[in-house]
């Protein structure tokens, strides 16, 4: 089992930034990869971005290349996703995942944090 806490999120106006964290702990030496997703009311989850754990591979969706930035810190078993220039559309619950190598859908899954960006 792999647990995943994520913080860092809140309120912030258009044109902020925010970074989440997302604390890993339990069997982390399974983990493959890492990513981050969101979901927006009424509104389905979607990928944000994701990060490979043993090099540090990252992939985004298109639309928030450039503007949000996974990373990870191995030491500390911590993931990171720096969010820059947020827009309203932004807002929802950003969750963090994690999956092993034997799988291709995310296995385990935070709580999620809530971030709100005002016009």
């Known amino acids: 089992q792999v647990q995943l806490v994520e913080s860092g999120g809140g309120l912030v106006q258009a044109g902020g930034s925010l970074r989440l964290s997302c604390a890993v702990s339990?069997?982390?030496?399974?983990?493959?990869?890492m990513a981050w997703f969101r979901q927006a009311p009424g509104k389905e989850r979607e990928f944000v971005a994701s990060?490979?754990?043993?090099?540090?591979?990252?992939y985004y969706v298109n639309s928030m290349k450039g503007r949000f930035t996974i990373s990870r810190d191995m030491a500390k078993n911590m993931v990171y996703l720096q969010m820059n220039s947020l827009k309203p559309e932004d807002t929802a619950v950003y969750y963090c995942?994690?999956?092993?190598?034997?799988?291709?859908?995310?296995?385990?899954w935070g709580q999620g944090t809530q971030v709100t960006v005002s016009s």
């Open positions: 995942a994690s999956r092993s190598a034997e799988v291709v859908r995310y296995q385990y």
């Open positions: 339990g069997r982390t030496f399974s983990t493959y990869f």
């Open positions: 990060i490979k754990w043993s090099d540090g591979t990252t």
